[in-house]
């Protein structure tokens, strides 16, 4: 009974954390929306493009979800490349699911296909070098 009244007061607290951190993670519409939400964006922003039909994708986007959602300044935009033909062409995506890092509007770097959690993470550490990504973690860029 105590266990479950923990994780419900944590669920609780984790909504309302996730609720402080306006667009944290959303999804680009158009050419305009990615110009104003991504290349204008204060913080650093880690771009997924992805389809429906990609299972590769299905794997992924909840693994970026899961490592970027504690992290205060960076955010997550993800791109349907059916629905953004234009984007998909400016950033010469040949596959999903493709990812771009994107940092005071310039691609700093990105990987396609489905990577494991260390090259993720590495990706992150890019974006947010003074950042701990992990607890015991030592952060070497210095």
Do not use: Y
Not at 47 to 75: Q, R, S, Y
Not at 119 to 133: A, F, Q, R
């Amino acid at each position: 009974m105590l266990s479950t009244a923990r994780k419900t007061v944590w669920t609780s607290i984790r909504r309302i954390s996730l609720l402080g951190h306006k667009n944290k993670k959303f999804e680009i519409n158009d050419n305009t929306e990615f110009v104003d939400k991504v290349m204008n964006s204060q913080v650093p922003v880690i771009v997924n493009f992805h389809a429906e039909w990609c299972d590769p994708c299905k794997i992924l986007t909840p693994k970026l979800e899961e490592l970027i959602g504690p992290m205060e300044a960076l955010n997550l935009a993800t791109v349907d490349v059916e629905v953004n033909p234009e984007l998909v062409h400016t950033f010469e995506v040949k596959a999903v699911p493709a990812v771009i890092a994107v940092s005071n509007g310039l691609v700093v770097d990105k990987f396609i296909g489905l990577v494991d959690a260390n090259m993720i993470d590495s990706l992150i550490k890019k974006l947010t070098p003074n950042t701990n990504h992990s607890p015991g973690e030592k952060d070497n860029s210095s």
